[in-house]
């Protein structure tokens, strides 16, 4: 069986990023393609390391018109918004109201709370309808409700890492004290905007703090957790800037009222993911790097127990295109469509 | 068909991208693997990233008595020997003698002349009988010798890049005048043995040229330029090291007797290589980039005729570990085997 | 004695180069800085690496009219251009009707040729008789135009370096068959403005060639090759993007009618330079880095004889910021001014 | 008045950053070099960038007999150990026995517990009576202490960066209920000394944790905050890798028994800083990144109090080559001569 697909932003970083997994996804066939500034016909001449690989003409977001969207629906069933937050907004509904599956690689859907979107996006919140049609799409944590889902929030970068590795503390309502996330980020989460703070000569060479207290991912972490133990819980969250293109790596400090032993947060980890083929518990004493998961859909998650302070302390490295994007994307594809959570996403790591 | 493969070298960083390769290879398996020094008693232990996917022990090289060999033998049918320089001297005549397939992706074997090759490599060359069993493995220009050979002698990185874009004006005989190779490879080319030249703090936001006037790959290229034309070539050829992992980019000016123009050029390219999967040709205007080609096995070349000058400048693209060595080795594999040259090439570059 | 300078287009890299320099000159006083667009009302809310050493307000360059420069005239006699291309070319007449000394750092006034100008900066010329006036300020080769001059047009950082090795052989008229110049600079050199091509994710990791065929370096070389040998020069010259924020290198092939010895070549820089604190004539064998040349003033020069092709291969090393752009600047200043022309610039490169 | 000063451990990078100061300093001039490994007879041939600034011999290491320390006192009053943790604990008593002023740059005689230090450097510790003898070189912190010294253990990059943003807490004995430093280093932090973790493709483009519980920094942070406060105090403190050369930022979070305001700290700051020139504290909600005091003395501090979580976090850069190894050391040797303590310490950040 095979899928028709419609990529909506497909000239961003995200879109980039699933097309090359949906060109090897053996159920899906890439079928439209739409961008938001229309600099070149085809997309391999915008990004000529997909020549010989892709041949689809690209057209402007502004023709995505209801008639427009409906003539696509005629051959195409499923679309991906990989479109900045506030364009998502307003395109998802179109595309659901036309019948597409729809899976939103922006932030307008993941926050359930119009009021908390507002004040953290600083733009205007989707309808609150869609708001609760939406599934948020973290693929090992809600796979029972992305399967009967048909419209998917896709987590963002930092959640994903940092939830992936909490969340079998917190729907366990293991009792904590406090929770500090020190979170660095390569550049391309920022996407393919230009920007200062993106430009070659102020990155390289360089580390940085931003975003310090304003981070949209802080809401959307914290909703998680609340739904996972059942109580209001608020996160520490600082993210930093790293002078590498792809990697995020969070590493989470935990107060816990009880102490906890290496084997006991070895024992949580192994119950929630043993069977998740895209989480890699390491053994004790070896921790994550970036580069271990670069191009591929890894969360790979590692922990220390202090023994001097008692807290629990967690890290947990993605690659942020992949599974902090456009991997997780097609990982809820594949949970939504029923099949298997790999297709398409089997790609080893590239190292070095 | 699955065809047991023994892979000796696999530490090393051409060894991994091997291994990359052939886990996801539809008719290969890796049987066995051998390294140099045991630091490890498993792969995924010296290196993370591969954590999931394989889990076979790796023995050390100084194992590899002839019965040992011999026995190996009882599994598998084909090697790849990953050893440095001077290594693969010894080990390759033992494993032909054992009656295995060898692709050798050191230098051992790729110099005819055992003068040159103590000349440029100073060490002992191989053993004339064994030299001239060797097939040089430059997959798109003998295609056929790689095909009935047992015997691989796998390209040197620069030499592949460089050689690929020069073979057409060179099996025509087209006059020239002279050639001037200026080329930049990053630093995974050197592999994972430590020195200076490799410490991060000396090579990060620097660049320099190496090897002036020493670099082992001129005498490869020359002997291949000179099989193709028929007439002792000589070129000229600096490298240069780039504060990257992978890729290397060489720019080539040729100066020939007659006046090119673009399509010309083109025309060249399209004959020789427009079945060739592996190589993209850009279209005129359009240069290569080393990101371009990264993770995958694309020589992208790109051409320019200068109108001011006379003079064509061609620019050639790889992965140094791709088809710098390891994609070029499993496309010798495939070219021997008789199977479609693609299989388990076919990776789409990571980008960005 | 104090010279109180004004600094116009204070914040583009260069400027802001300059800016360091002169803060620590023991002869000059920065008076008045004027930048394009005004984000800040001060230097150090723009560039926080200036915090505690300058307190000047910035002000907009759109102030400049003639009144205000005559009005500037009063507290300052010279004035740095940081400006862009297209726009030195009518901001240096007024400070030079208004009396000022000007130093140019764009490529306005380089080419004497307006026609030449057009064709490849794609712009209108400066007025001929301004050209005229303007005095090319390579301060190892024209010091004493430079020393007399009150109008100097800052050389391009690629023609500094690729002109101080080959002046020595240009002025001896020495014959020459052809120079290939392959030249690679970092990111710095496209100035603070943003572009898809200084964006960190498409630079990092990467390598590639840029104005194929198009760089306005090139005609510069040129004109001052023409200059030198007294008759019409002409050069092949690539530019290539380096991934590291500050250095150029360039390697220059020349085809000699007759052999060099390396003790020629070292002989020849010797007569030229030995009294020049600027440039360093690396030993034989020993070539230069960009990194070596890190934050400094110096142009390293390397040179190899190759015996097998008879080339004579040169290596020149600058920072582009500094001896490619405000270190020259500031050191035409000196010369302008008859001090010693090491006066603020004695900075030793950082290193690693 | 000149001081003559021996430099030990010359070729490593706190050496090399030491002689780059100092070859600038107008009191001091380097009278003998001595390196561990002797590959070179000049200094300037195995750092080229060096070249046309310092023509002193270099010698080994070996030669450090008790007689040949007291031939050294005739022409020379202080040394500077740049020398590795386990050399200087021997060297330093030598030194100090034939009446020289000592400051040495290891960790040596930075713990007053011996049992603590061979419990963290796993070495044995120095004679206790020397412990007791140095004084720990934080400038801002202790400076009477090294007025009064003649025997400086200069502290750690990482410890320098965190204890000057918590002294001005800790000092006061402001309740503190946890405080967790999350710091990122440069990889010029680990020296010269080859390994797999400084090795350029293995850092590249890639991120990790390092050392997890077991840094020497962190028995000597407890120490001081110890010391200021009066109690026992533990730290939380994490170290990573950056793919940089140069730059420490650390991000410490702290946990107050009582709430305080963006206001207080600046005045905590102002107070202990205002006339330290080397700190520069940042103007609320302007944050320090590490390139901003890339090849400078300055340590950079910012603050952020967090209206959500009540925590007040510190972010603080230094250069670790500058401030926090040779810098530091020659603010040490600036104070116990009395001298100005921003002598031959006036450079400028390079930027970018």
């Known amino acids: ?12 970083y995200s879109g980039v990023e699933l097309i090359r997994i949906l060109l090897q996804h053996p159920n899906v066939t890439i079928r439209h393609l739409f961008i938001h500034t229309q600099e070149q016909e085809k997309l391999d001449e915008l990004y000529p ?31 991906f918004l ?8 307003d395109l998802a509904p179109k595309f659901l109201n036309a019948g597409f599956k729809v899976i939103d690689l922006s932030g307008d859907f993941r926050l359930k709370d119009p009021v908390l979107y507002e004040e953290w996006y600083k733009k ?25 889902g048909c419209f998917i929030a896709n987590p963002g970068c930092y959640a994903t890492s940092i939830l992936l590795a909490l969340a079998p503390f917190y729907r366990r309502q293991i009792p904590i004290r406090s929770v500090i996330i020190d979170a660095k980020s390569g550049v391309s989460g920022a996407g393919r905007g230009l920007s200062r703070n993106t430009h070659f000569s102020e990155v390289n060479d360089n580390f940085k703090v931003y975003k310090v207290g304003k981070h949209q991912h802080i809401p959307e972490i914290e909703q998680v957790l609340t739904k996972l133990s059942g109580k209001k819980e608020t996160v520490q969250m600082m993210t930093h800037l790293l002078p590498i293109t792809r990697g995020i790596l969070s590493t989470i400090y935990l107060d816990l ?13 192994r119950e ?12 004790q004493g070896e921790y994550p790097e970036t580069k271990q998961v670069y191009g591929s859909n890894f969360c790979d998650i ?48 590239i190292y070095p």
Not at 52 to 77: C, G, M, Y
Not at 272 to 283: E, G, K, S, T, W
Not at 334 to 347: F, K, R
């Open 1 to 12: 069986m095979v899928l028709n697909v419609v990529i909506v932003g497909a000239s961003g």
């Open 49 to 79: 390391h997909f020549r010989s690989f892709i041949n689809i003409p690209i057209r402007s977001v502004s023709q995505l018109a209801d008639e427009k969207i409906a003539e696509l629906k005629e051959t195409s069933e499923l679309v």
């Open 82 to 89: 990989a479109t900045p937050s506030g364009v998502s907004k």
């Open 124 to 148: 205007d919140a989707a309808e609150p309808r869609f708001l609760e049609r939406s599934v948020y799409g973290l693929s090992e944590v809600f796979p029972n409700q992305i399967k009967e």
């Open 257 to 269: 009222e009880d102490r906890m032993t290496d084997e006991i947060v070895a024992q949580l980890y």
């Open 272 to 283: 929630d993911y043993q069977n998740q083929p895209f989480i890699r518990i390491r053994p």
């Open 302 to 349: 590692g922990y220390y127990v202090d023994q001097r302070t008692g807290r629990v302390i967690l890290f947990s490295a993605i690659d942020n295109l992949m599974k902090g994007a456009a991997g997780q994307a097609v990982q809820n594809l594949n949970l939504m469509m029923g099949w298997d959570q790999t297709l398409g996403l089997t790609q080893i790591p």
